[in-house]
């Protein structure tokens, strides 16, 4: 008879407590432990996305204010429109895009 060490992990999967573990109470500790395993990932996915967003937010409102006030000179606008516009556009994607989905997983 195989026996567990008294302090594996593979003890809690003992749920009636006859010091028997059987397949379906292994299988059912291993899928426990999965999703708890992808409950936390997809957590640190969606804290990333956020951050993501909130840059975005940040950077965009910084890009306005730059634009909209007299701390860049009207010649030097003409040589960073290109890539304000590109910048602009990309992260007001990146924030739309979010607040879709974020409205879309609501409604699913």
Do not use: C, P
Not at 30 to 36: A, F, I, N, S, T
Not at 43 to 69: A, C, H, N, P
Request: charged fraction near 30%.
């Amino acid at each position: 008879m195989k026996r567990l060490d008294s302090k594996s992990k593979f003890n809690k999967a003992d749920t009636n407590g006859d010091n028997v573990i059987t397949d379906a109470e292994l299988d059912l500790q291993l899928d426990r432990e999965e999703r708890m395993l992808r409950i936390e990932n997809n957590d640190k996915k969606e804290d990333q996305q956020r951050y993501m967003v909130w840059f975005s937010m940040v950077t965009v409102s910084g890009l306005i204010v730059v634009l909209l006030t007299d701390l860049i000179s009207l010649e030097r606008l003409d040589h960073i429109s290109g890539i304000a516009e590109m910048w602009l556009l990309s992260n007001m994607g990146i924030i739309g895009s979010f607040i879709a989905s974020s409205i879309w997983k609501g409604k699913a």
